[in-house]
């Protein structure tokens, strides 16, 4: 019986991760390591994305890892966006990294902490070719320590766009 039992949960889980893995498809995942010593205000962070596409859909997420010792609940980033004809775009973001309680909000464990934060969804490209998006930390500081990481993804959106 429980030989019959852990099958059928075995089966349960594989199917449950053959459908999580069918409902995105990540088009581009970059994240870039910040200097130990912190990220300074004129320093931006580059990213290149390819779009051939501009008839689907797609989200556009922002990854941030920091540290427990990041002494502000939030962070404020510009973002620069260069269209591929050379057009650009800047926008603020403020991310929200803890409740106002200071529980801090994200995953991780220990000292590390990883946010997911969506910018867009459903977004569609105007042109195809590569843009170039820019960050840059926002905060009234020259240089911000113990945020390690930053990071963009491009994730297809709706299921009904996918293909396996």
């Known amino acids: 019986m429980k030989s019959r039992f852990f099958g059928f949960f075995a089966l349960l889980v594989v199917a449950g991760f053959m459908l999580v893995s069918c409902n995105s498809t990540v088009?581009?995942?970059?994240?870039?390591?910040?200097?130990?010593?912190?990220?300074?205000k004129d320093e931006?962070?580059?990213?290149?994305?390819?779009?051939?596409?501009?008839?689907?859909?797609?989200?556009?997420k922002l990854n941030i890892n920091h540290t427990t010792?990041?002494?502000?609940?939030?962070?404020?980033?510009?973002?620069?966006?260069?269209?591929?004809?050379?057009?650009?775009?800047?926008?603020?973001?403020?991310?929200?990294?803890?409740?106002?309680?200071g529980e801090w909000l994200g995953k991780g464990w220990g000292v590390s902490r990883d946010m997911e934060i969506p910018l867009r969804s459903q977004l569609?490209?105007?042109?195809?070719?590569?843009?170039?998006?820019?960050?840059?930390?926002?905060?009234?500081t020259d240089t911000l320590k113990d945020v390690s990481r930053v990071g963009l993804q491009l994730v297809l959106s709706g299921e009904q766009y996918l293909q396996d």
Not at 27 to 40: C, F, N, S, T
Not at 69 to 83: E, K
């Open 27 to 40: 088009l581009y995942d970059a994240q870039v390591d910040l200097p130990e010593g912190g990220w300074y």
């Open 44 to 60: 931006a962070v580059k990213f290149d994305i390819e779009v051939s596409d501009t008839l689907l859909p797609y989200d556009f």
């Open 69 to 101: 010792d990041y002494r502000y609940s939030n962070l404020y980033l510009f973002m620069v966006t260069r269209f591929p004809d050379g057009k650009l775009s800047r926008d603020t973001i403020e991310v929200l990294l803890a409740y106002p309680n």
């Open 124 to 140: 569609f490209f105007p042109q195809s070719g590569v843009y170039q998006f820019y960050l840059q930390q926002a905060m009234r």
